[in-house]
């Protein structure tokens, strides 16, 4: 996390100038193509797809019944599937298109893959497993391993189905319950079912010409193949690449983690940059077991939680026990907000402060740049000139100083990415470069339709598709009730707190809610739940008072945040949470919850 300088020392921002800048170098990057421009991971590029850590198994169909399927094996199933069970309600089951719980992090075992938010906030049910995070921002081993933690304690294994992908959901309205095929031959039932497949899951390749042409090796960062480079997970040396010549396409959130790695065992690693990303302090350190014991009193981990929240996207609080950049940022804000005067205080000049906090956010993140990288030319490049939230903030210590490596050699494109992908390898502005491997960190699809994410259009009552009732916008009650859709919870941020900071926190809190529905209406022996038209309107129409998207200015750079820079269309709008800001919504689900009468549902 970086700190003030003294007021003194820091030069004015031009502003004008700033955003001028901003926009410069948003145009060169903007492309009418928008999505299009990555490719579907499908045909001649299936076998990108191909789990190269777990072994398939055969096995039977499945024809049963269950009470509670839950599709994704990632953190939403495995909360909601571990609050299932503290309610009694044993009868759970996860079906998962990987080889094991950990949904993103089971596929994202590249080298130096680690969370971006604090442990401490980040991995779920620490205080339930009884599980000390080694350190402040844990490696992808030890997420995995708390997956897979969850999964043994709450007996999640005893029923799930792995490497099976769901076909079809339909709700059979005479029988009142779900009945689920998937591409292992199963058609089995549930009388709930639950949808956490999330946005990060579904692999992208970039569409540059030739991309198939290639005749060296070629692999996603989400399909690591540790054979060929050597090495494991942990971050052994990738011994394999001593010779080799790489190239990795994409300098996202992926490439800044896995770059420091590639850098001391390759041979020469060639880094091919269309936009940079901001690289702030991390400031990472193993979590002390004294003061771990200090803290980890009861309710220690939903402390933290709210502590988090209300820095990073509320009213603030006493003291930020976690202190990371999210923080940092908020924390600059408030206070430029509070030397406002009281009559000063209104949309415009609170905006104007924070335009004023992420500049100089910014501007300490590129002076960052200049302080690290030896090479001037490299160290300009390196440079993000847009607003720290325009993209995924990204937090290394490694990462600007892997440019200090012999044999690691930055190719900025200038906004206009690869050329083209040859037989030999990759060129740009007309150079080819010659290489032994191509790595595509070239992310996840996460602004394509949900029917394309998920593999199926879930079908409701009457034949209601999901496509058709989210025709003109997403529209549900919490972000995790559906009019049309008996017995279904979503369990995702939008609609719901909208915390992207954190998105666990949602997962753990829609985990909570779904369980208590659910014992709520097996014991009083109703056969559907479902949210009324009327409250799901009165839901969106109360979230469409609040100030709207906060992701992508104008002046942004192209990225997912803000749909490529491109118009997201009127659906776009419905894409946001509680007005109040994700703390407020926090406390109002746990005061809806503790209430017992489940405003706005029926149970029939």
């Avoid at 689920?180 to 970039?206: C, E, M, Q, W, Y």
């Avoid at 491109?566 to 689900?589: C, M, S, T």
Wanted: charged content about 25%.
């Amino acid at each position: 996390m970086t700190t003030d300088a003294p007021a003194a020392t820091k030069p004015p921002i031009d502003k004008k100038a700033l955003l001028e800048k901003y926009i410069a170098e948003r145009d060169k990057r903007l492309r009418a193509d928008g999505n299009a421009q990555y490719l579907e991971l499908k045909g001649v590029f299936g076998h990108y797809l191909e789990d190269p850590y777990t072994p398939f198994k055969e096995r039977a169909p499945k024809t049963d019944h269950v009470t509670f399927a839950f599709i994704g094996g990632g953190f939403a199933g495995l909360v909601t599937g571990a609050r299932l069970k503290e309610a009694g309600v044993d009868d759970v089951r996860i079906v998962e298109k990987g080889g094991d719980f950990g949904g993103t992090w089971y596929w994202n075992r590249y080298p130096g893959a680690q969370c971006d938010t604090a442990s401490m906030i980040y991995m779920p049910l620490l205080e339930e497993t009884g599980h000390k995070p080694t350190e402040k921002y844990a490696h992808a081993p030890e997420i995995l391993e708390q997956c897979q933690r969850i999964g043994k304690q709450y007996g999640l294994y005893d029923n799930a189905l792995f490497h099976t992908e769901v076909e079809d959901l339909s709700w059979d309205d005479a029988a009142k319950r779900w009945v689920i095929a998937t591409n292992r031959g199963d058609r089995f039932t549930a009388s709930f079912i639950g949808l956490g497949t999330g946005p990060l899951h579904v692999p992208k390749l970039p569409g540059i010409p030739g991309i198939e042409t290639f005749k060296g090796h070629a692999f996603h960062t989400s399909r690591w193949d540790y054979a060929y480079t050597g090495g494991d997970p942990k971050g052994a040396l990738m011994d394999k690449l001593a010779d080799k010549r790489v190239g990795i396409i994409g300098t996202g959130a992926t490439s800044v983690q896995a770059v420091p790695h590639l850098a001391r065992a390759c041979k020469e690693l060639y880094v091919f940059q269309r936009t940079p990303s901001s690289i702030d302090v991390r400031a990472n350190q193993p979590i002390d077991d004294d003061w771990f014991a200090s803290i980890a009193t009861p309710g220690w981990q939903q402390r933290w939680l709210e502590n988090f929240t209300q820095n990073q996207a509320g009213g603030g609080a006493d003291e930020d026990l976690v202190q990371d950049g999210w923080t940092d940022l908020s924390r600059r804000i408030r206070e430029r907000i509070m030397h406002l005067p009281p009559e000063k205080r209104t949309p415009r000049d609170m905006l104007a402060a924070y335009e004023d906090s992420d500049f100089e956010k910014m501007e300490e993140i590129r002076a960052r740049v200049d302080n690290i990288v030896k090479d001037h030319e490299t160290a300009q490049a390196l440079k993000a000139w847009y607003r720290q939230l325009c993209k995924r903030p990204c937090f290394h210590d490694q990462y600007l100083q892997a440019f200090n490596t012999p044999g690691t050699h930055l190719i900025d494109t200038d906004g206009k990415g690869v050329e083209r992908i040859t037989e030999r390898g990759v060129v740009v502005a007309g150079k080819e470069y010659e290489l032994d491997c191509i790595i595509y960190a070239s992310g996840f699809e996460v602004g394509t339709e949900y029917k394309r994410r998920a593999g199926f259009d879930l079908t409701g009552r009457d034949g209601l598709k999901l496509s058709q009732a989210w025709g003109e916008g997403m529209r549900s009650k919490h972000g995790v009730h559906v009019h049309g859709f008996p017995n279904a919870f979503f369990v995702q941020p939008t609609q719901g707190a909208n915390l992207i900071s954190n998105v666990p926190h949602n997962l753990t809190e829609a985990g909570k809610t779904i369980a208590q529905i659910v014992r709520h209406a097996l014991d009083e022996g109703a056969k559907e739940v479902e949210v009324t038209r009327e409250a799901q309107d009165q839901w969106v129409n109360l979230l469409l008072t609040g100030p709207g998207r906060m992701m992508g200015a104008p002046d942004c750079t192209p990225g997912y945040y803000n749909n490529e820079g491109q118009d997201p269309g009127p659906a776009a709008r419905y894409n946001v949470g509680y007005p109040a800001g994700a703390a407020a919504y926090f406390k109002y689900i746990d005061g809806w919850r503790k209430a017992g009468t489940y405003e706005g549902l029926e149970f029939r």
